[in-house]
């Protein structure tokens, strides 16, 4: 056999089973994250060199069998099938080894070169498990490789064994198939006979075995390329399939599909019974003990909405200091340019346009970086399944249930995956009320708004702040769920089965990954959408350039200069530095009114000045109005937009923090603003992530409308309902 260099491996296995551990270990930060052709199911794949080859690992989504129900399911099987990798690595819990065997016998089925790693070593070791990795790769007839991803056990010989295998010039052995029944076999047989004289070998598409038994098990997808390939023998073939499936059914009193899963139960038992034995001694098993704690019912609560508050706590008070060190490099370069350019239109775009709007974004890095190392904790750790399962009796009070969480739950992070992670969900009603009601659910791009408005106007309880209106946001998606469920998505409260997947303690590179993937997702929306928006709202409020004051500011400063000129001049020399400090501060006032009438006159406070009464109600002037118009393209761009038109010619946060507190803005408008902020229409993506994923204009058009009426009625009441309450 000839030597390949390049090798296209691919990952297989059930969800929690440390499969994307393992390929982070793999691929660390060489890794390209996409969507599947014609599906929004996440693509990961990486490339490195090793043993001489070039090796193209590819992250299948994680499933628990192939059987075509789900996305995941016939991206999995479809990439096997239809791209033919070199072989195919099936990550398998070594401490539930029968469940994870049945994905691995459908893997063996389809003919493939495929290599097992029993994965959690370890944690089947504490729980009294102890495999005969010999014996099962003897019972199997392929390789069995223990590993430990989360302390990156066992990856380099996996590895060396994958490519081994991938080389080898093996024909896959009769051991690796399932044998069913006598009976069953029969039928296979007589489905592969009928599908050589129907369609032939060198049209089908699949091993005739394979074909047979899936068609036996009337898989759709299978049935409907193949009934396309039969050509005028469809009829003939497909009444003889149905003809053997009711043959089935007879002898065995049950459909032919659970027979086959029986049966491949049955195969995976004699497995098990032979290659594996359990110690009886007595054992303590730490994942249940601390579920005792974190999903009790009193308890389990609590401490989820405390994880949640220290969550953004750290993400306010430790994000301070390198937010800092950001800070003093845009001022440093906003203070280089201003001193080598020469006085121009293009000097004010690229300093008051640019760097002012860009930079007032780009300072949040950090404190979005923090948020997203959180989140991926509570994924890596198995946290967020048991966030979902405490959630599941709040979340039946909408008629959805804790499944419905996690997609909610990932919103914190960014609403585009997480509208599409509400896939997931059986119930198509189910699936539009999670999407219609996760945009509530406060993503990472507003955070940056809270953060300027909270640090000026809250202080130190700026984080507890910032948590409350998180936590509005949930109990607004609930209520809001509610009202929808019982009106119109009326439907039965579905059933809530999830698994809990045994605590892991983290590994700090795969948590790394996670951070890296979207810091590079926040700088390609920084040169993108946030740099387009400020230049955009840049021109719009320094034209006209010389529009007709009110007041003749010129004249304005050349008085004060020659009035300061004559008083210099009297002066004793002890007090001239006293009085151009005096002469400084005058002008500065003159120029910054200049200012304010130059933005109120300009284009963007004419379009201010026009929706500002819709905003007043709200306690939201001319400027935080334009700032909440552009926000609909992307949320960043709220802080942008505020840097241009508050901070003037400083980009510094602290310079638009002290801009805020000069200006007529209170408390009380700055919460309304938060409020606002947190519940109006979504950017653009998620817009497009709805009318995608529900597949109608009508659901995007009413959440549109929707999101946006809630956020002004429920601003209204916040600033209303403060003034009455003499809230400052």
Request: aromatic residues 8%.
């Amino acid at each position: 056999m000839p030597r390949k260099n390049n090798l296209t491996i691919a990952l297989a296995g059930n969800p929690n089973s440390g499969k994307t551990t393992i390929f982070n270990n793999i691929t660390g930060t060489r890794q390209k994250v996409g969507n599947w052709p014609g599906v929004t199911v996440e693509k990961k794949e990486g490339t490195i060199h090793k043993f001489g080859h070039e090796l193209k690992i590819v992250d299948l989504p994680g499933t628990y069998s192939l059987t075509p129900f789900s996305i995941e399911e016939i991206v999995a099987r479809d990439f096997v099938l239809e791209t033919a990798p070199d072989l195919v690595i099936d990550i398998i819990d070594a401490s539930n080894l029968e469940r994870s065997l049945y994905l691995a016998t459908q893997i063996r089925e389809l003919d493939c070169k495929v290599l097992f790693a029993l994965n959690m070593a370890d944690l089947a070791r504490e729980r009294g498990i102890k495999i005969d990795v010999d014996k099962l790769s003897e019972l199997l007839g392929l390789p069995v490789v223990f590993t430990v991803g989360n302390k990156n056990e066992g990856i380099e010989t996996l590895l060396e064994k994958a490519v081994e295998l991938a080389e080898s010039d093996v024909h896959i052995p009769k051991t690796r198939k399932v044998q069913y029944s006598k009976d069953i076999e029969v039928s296979i047989l007589a489905v592969e006979d009928l599908l050589r004289i129907s369609i032939g070998e060198a049209r089908l598409p699949y091993k005739f075995r394979w074909t047979a038994i899936k068609l036996l098990e009337d898989d759709q997808v299978v049935r409907d390329r193949i009934a396309d390939l039969a050509g005028r023998s469809r009829e003939e073939l497909l009444r003889e399939v149905e003809n053997q499936r009711e043959h089935l059914r007879r002898l065995f009193d049950d459909d032919p599909e659970i027979v086959m899963t029986d049966e491949r139960y049955g195969f995976i038992a004699g497995l098990v019974k032979e290659a594996v034995t359990t110690s009886n001694r007595k054992r303590v098993d730490i994942s249940r003990n601390i579920d005792l704690v974190l999903t009790d019912r009193f308890i389990g609560f609590p401490i989820f909405v405390f994880f949640i508050w220290a969550m953004f706590q750290l993400t306010f008070k430790l994000g301070v200091y390198p937010m800092a060190a950001i800070e003093w490099g845009v001022s440093l370069l906003s203070a280089g340019l201003d001193s080598i350019l020469p006085e121009s239109l293009f000097k004010a775009f690229l300093l008051d346009g640019v760097i002012a709007g860009v930079g007032s974004v780009i300072v949040f890095l950090p404190n979005i970086l923090i948020l997203f190392f959180c989140i991926a904790i509570f994924e890596d750790t198995g946290y967020m399944a048991r966030a979902a399962f405490l959630m599941d009796k709040i979340m039946h009070l909408i008629g959805l249930h804790g499944k419905s969480f996690i997609p909610m739950l990932m919103g914190f992070g960014c609403n585009v995956p997480a509208i599409v992670a509400s896939r997931t969900l059986e119930s198509e009603k189910d699936r539009i009320l999670t999407i219609l009601i996760t945009p509530f659910m406060s993503c990472s791009a507003k955070l940056p708004v809270y953060i300027v408005l909270a640090g000026s106007f809250f202080g130190a309880q700026a984080g507890s702040v910032i948590f409350g209106i998180y936590l509005m946001g949930i109990v607004l998606s609930i209520a809001t769920g509610r009202l929808l469920r019982t009106t119109i998505l009326k439907g039965a409260d579905a059933p809530f089965v999830m698994e809990l997947p045994p605590y892991r303690i983290p590994m700090l590179k795969s948590l790394l990954i996670h951070m890296w993937d979207r810091s590079k997702m926040f700088l390609k929306k920084m040169s993108g959408v946030i740099l387009a928006g400020s230049v955009v709202v840049w021109s719009l409020s320094a034209f006209p350039l010389h529009p007709e004051y009110g007041r003749d500011y010129a004249a304005m400063k050349e008085e004060i200069q020659a009035e300061y000129s004559r008083r210099l001049e009297a002066a004793e020399t002890e007090d001239q530095e006293g009085l151009l400090q005096e002469q400084t501060e005058r002008l500065t006032e003159v120029e910054r009114a200049r200012q304010t009438e130059h933005a109120e006159r300009s284009y963007m406070g004419r379009i201010g000045k026009t929706v500002a009464p819709i905003f007043a109600p709200i306690g939201i002037d001319w400027r935080g109005s334009v700032a909440l118009l552009t926000g609909f393209a992307a949320k960043e761009i709220v802080v942008s937009t505020m840097g241009i038109l508050y901070a003037v010619e400083e980009e510094a946060s602290e310079a638009l923090k002290t801009a805020l507190q000069e200006s007529d803005m209170t408390p009380l408008s700055a919460l309304s603003m938060m409020v606002f902020v947190l519940l109006y229409v979504p950017c653009l993506a998620t817009v497009a992530a709805i009318r995608r994923e529900t597949g109608s204009v009508k659901w995007m058009l009413f959440d549109v409308a929707y999101t946006t009426a809630i956020a002004w009625l429920v601003s209204f009441l916040v600033y209303q309902g403060g003034r009455l309450s003499g809230f400052a």
